[in-house]
């Protein structure tokens, strides 16, 4: 319990201690997750694909997706087949969340990193930028600021991705961003409209030069 404890205030130390920059990825465009469901399953069909795209291990990504899908599943090698109908934005907003907590580095934005271990704590090393950060402190990072947003706050997201209706969508603190009018890829500063549930609907009220 003592080490638990020891950890997570590391983790908030290393999270007061980013830049504002740390937060936003603006360099790197997140694979796409595809999937299809197939009667009381879904099947994510390139799981090994987008494993090596961010070189990691395919084994890790699928424990990370049960566990956050909160489902049992069978992994062949290829494809993972998922116990439960999922939708294919839910699955791309986990798979997201895995690659900031495991991927992308929080002091540069970028995902040249590698899984290393020290002692009993494993870290992200960034060959980018050379710093060393524990895994985990993404998740941290979005569980102290979670439930926090309200109404008429000003945001700054990193849009990757358009929905169907062609308005940008960013993660932020647990929350899908909703943004009409953005482009996939570029980086906004937003007002928060409403919120609904996991849901955010914001509008743009300045564009950031990258």
């Known amino acids: 319990m003592q080490n638990d404890e020891e950890y997570l205030k ?28 197939q009667g009381k ?17 395919a084994d890790l990504l699928v424990k990370y997706l049960l566990k956050e899908l909160a489902t049992s599943g069978m992994f062949d090698g290829n494809h993972l087949i998922l116990k439960g109908n ?7 907003r986990k798979f997201e969340n895995f690659l900031y907590d495991y991927v992308i580095c929080p002091s540069c934005g970028k995902p040249d990193t590698k899984l290393i271990k020290e002692g009993r704590i494993f870290l992200l090393k960034c060959d980018a930028c050379g710093s060393r950060n524990p895994i985990g402190l993404a998740k941290f990072a979005r569980k102290i600021t979670e439930g926090k947003i309200k109404e008429g706050d000003i945001l700054k997201v990193y ?12 993660e932020h603190s647990g929350y899908t961003v909703i943004i009409p009018g953005a482009k996939d890829g570029e980086v906004v500063k937003v007002k928060v409209k ?8 914001a509008e743009i009220i300045e564009r950031q030069k990258v």
């Open 194 to 201: 409403k919120i609904e549930n996991n849901k955010i609907y």
């Open 159 to 170: 849009i990757s991705r358009l929905n169907e209706q062609g308005d940008g969508i960013a």
């Open 10 to 37: 590391l983790l908030e130390r290393a999270y007061i201690l980013l830049p504002e920059t740390a937060t936003i990825t603006v360099r790197f465009v997140p694979p796409k997750i595809k999937s299809q469901i």
């Open 41 to 57: 399953n879904t099947v994510i069909l390139n799981i090994s694909e987008v494993s090596k795209l961010i070189n990691r291990d």
């Open 86 to 92: 999922f939708r294919q934005e839910q699955i791309q």
